[in-house]
């Protein structure tokens, strides 16, 4: 492992990059604050201590859970659902254990691009858009982020998840969380999520106020402590349906 350097936030050059690579991270060869929490997470599924620190043993389990695995090339187009879903990125090289359900947290009626998305997203330091599939107003799904790169949607759930939002989720004043969904929104929240549950069989389905964090460790997330309101629907009734079409466990 001596080619390998011990690195730690805020490290930057070939090998940051090459850690980035390994996490299947956005490259840009700095380690800053989204690669250390993306460090943290790998290291706490992997059984090693949660520091953020890349040493000899952090490197020597990503080196050989990258051996053997070929790349994926990925592309970014609009997919129909009811028509095709056959564009939808293929399975992702990561290890998948949630797909984490958002809203854009704008106006109903409102239409937003993935440009637009992504603009958003840069001005708040992420290298690109952070979800990975985004539900347009006509109920048009389009990739967003690489599947294969971990996202940048849910603090402490990005490394292992995949991120989907729907445009909307307030009402027409911008302040109150609402359900916006368009019938057409609906049905390809539906196909999509049933898509994926074949992709990722053991993955859990949640709503982004679904992981706040449990103040009282009653092993149960109250309304009263959810941090926000995304994705202003209860996603509860999603993995009902799911269940019924026996797609999700």
Known sequence: M????????????????ALQRLLHLQVDSVFGPLTE??????QTWH?????????PRTWAKLLKEEAGVNE?????????VGVDLSRVHPTSRRSISEIIIHCTATPEGREVSIDELTRWHKKRGFST?????????DGKIRNGRNIDVAGAHCVGHNTHSVGVVY???LAADGK???????AAQRKSLLALLTRLCKLYPNARICGHRELSKD???????????????CPSFDVSELRTELRKIKVYK
Request: charged share 30%.
């Open 2 to 17: 001596e080619q390998y350097p011990t690195i730690r936030r805020p490290n930057e050059g070939e090998a940051v990059a």
């Open 215 to 229: 103040q009282n460790g009653d092993g149960i997330i109250s309304p009263w402590e959810w941090e926000k309101q």
């Open 167 to 169: 445009v909307g989720g």
């Open 176 to 182: 109150t969380p609402k359900d916006t969904r368009t």
């Open 129 to 137: 858009i952070g979800y990975h599939y985004v539900i347009g107003l």
């Open 37 to 42: 929490e993306a460090v943290k997470e790998w």
């Open 47 to 55: 059984g090693l201590k949660p520091d953020g620190v890349v040493g």
């Open 72 to 80: 994926i090339e990925q592309k970014r187009d609009v997919v129909i």
